[in-house]
DNA sequence: TCCCCTTTGAAGCCA
DNA sequence: TGGCTTCAAAGGGGA
């Protein structure tokens, strides 16, 4: 597995010219992407019928199924890696300065920790990430907000937590960002609640042009990352989004988090009344990114619902994925650690490893997580007894 | 309704 | 320090 070491990228890198040339090619190879997938899906459905008994997992067939598109979607992946390789070798120059990989609209962001990071109005550089279920599946790296996770401060009422447009020092650090105060989540002021914000002020949904959505399927809607670090500092203050890290006690996180916290319906109020605590869950890793912004692509392309098979189909191309492009969902993630850190310096994974919840946060037994503990030893035993034989 | 599946990576735990 | 375990997302499917 490709790491993202601290020194290296020396490979990572593009420069100006190579953005055009890629932002072309994106579009050609999008193109031909479809039209491969759309052709050798048929024929694969076709083939399915024979196709030998390999899997034997539950959900088997869909697997199967995936990973048969996924082979030969593979097989452009590495040609596609093939050709960055042959690109990279002629340019080179740092990753993030132009960032060109259409999908991965975060490498848009002017970068606060790299300096020069800008992002122009006029750059052809689209970044075409699909927005799924109505939020940019990298919302996670939004700043982190405590509006879920501590009560308002008396001296504001709870609604101004959830008003956005409230201006916050922006600076090219996270400390600027986030304003935060050694110490503290309980020091995050509550106008850094987050809300739904589909179409940001000043912004378009994509801020820039958006070339290849039309030739995606509805459900592979790209979408400009409406991410804070995007945003120069004019923009709207990230942090008015609600944070998919914060998860309601009772309950996995919903994708529509974000507009409950702007519209509460009574019966949630009440809820939120109860003093049960929150969770704040895990920061997402690279591969987590990279799922949440490729899932509806994986969805609509090999017409699959079953995330497991889709997982498969993720895992794959997580590893046809050129070194550059790992690299930014790498880079993603350790901001996005970063930012976790800094707005619940005292949270640890402990906290939900230990309750045994896997979106449910105090709601399970440490009696029903040693069942858990037990139940997948028990079953790795299993498998281990069954190669055995 | 709850858990499993399936993936990778980060973090925690334990010997 | 290395190996193992859990959790993070996602949603269909099974019990």
């Known amino acids: 597995m490709p790491q993202l070491s601290s020194g290296g990228g020396d490979d990572l890198g593009a ?11 994106e579009q050609e190879e ?12 048929a024929d694969l459905k076709s083939s399915l019928v024979n196709e030998s008994e390999i899997n034997q997992s539950p959900s088997a067939a869909a697997v199967r199924r995936a990973q048969q598109q996924q082979g030969e979607q593979r097989g452009f992946a590495e040609k596609h890696r093939e050709h960055l390789d042959g690109v990279s070798k002629h340019q080179d120059g740092g990753m993030y300065k132009t960032p060109t990989y259409p999908g991965y609209p975060f490498l848009m962001l002017p970068d606060p920790y790299l300096p020069n990071s800008s992002v122009s109005p006029s750059s052809n550089k689209v970044s075409v990430v699909q927005q799924s279920h109505g939020m940019h599946p990298l919302t996670s790296l939004l700043p982190y907000s405590n509006e879920h996770f501590s009560p308002s401060p008396p001296h504001l009422p709870t609604d101004m937590s959830q008003k956005t447009g409230v201006h916050r020092h922006q600076s090219q650090d996270l400390s600027g960002y986030y304003s935060l105060p050694p110490g503290g989540v ?23 042009r ?7 399927s509805s459900a592979t809607s790209y979408s400009r990352f409406p991410h804070s670090l995007m945003l120069g500092p004019s923009g709207m203050h990230p942090t008015g989004i609600p944070h998919p890290a914060i998860v309601p006690p009772t309950g996995k996180q919903d994708h529509d988090q974000y507009d409950r916290s702007m519209y509460v319906k009574p019966q949630e109020v009440k809820r939120e009344k109860e003093p049960k605590k929150p969770v704040i869950k895990k920061p997402l890793n690279a591969f987590m990114l990279y799922m949440k912004e490729m899932r509806a692509k994986v969805i609509a392309e090999c017409t699959l619902k079953e995330s497991a098979a889709i997982n498969q189909i993720l895992g794959r191309r997580w590893h046809a994925l050129t070194r550059e492009e790992q690299a930014k969902y790498y880079e993603l993630a350790r901001k996005e650690r970063q ?6 310096p005292t949270w640890s994974a402990r906290d939900n490893y230990e309750a045994g919840l896997s979106g449910v946060a105090g709601e399970k037994s440490k009696a029903d997580w040693g069942k858990k503990k037990r139940r997948k030893r028990e079953k790795l035993q299993d498998s281990n007894t069954d190669n055995s034989l």
């Open 15 to 25: 420069n100006d010219e190579m953005i055009a040339f890629k932002d072309e090619g």
């Open 30 to 41: 999008k193109i031909q992407e479809n039209a491969f997938t759309e052709r050798d899906l």
């Open 186 to 208: 309980g020091q995050i002021t509550p106008s850094m609640g987050w809300q739904s914000q589909p179409v940001y002020p000043g912004l378009s949904p994509c801020g820039f």
């Open 210 to 216: 958006q070339p290849y959505s039309s030739n995606l």
């Open 339 to 344: 930012l976790h850190m800094q707005l619940y």
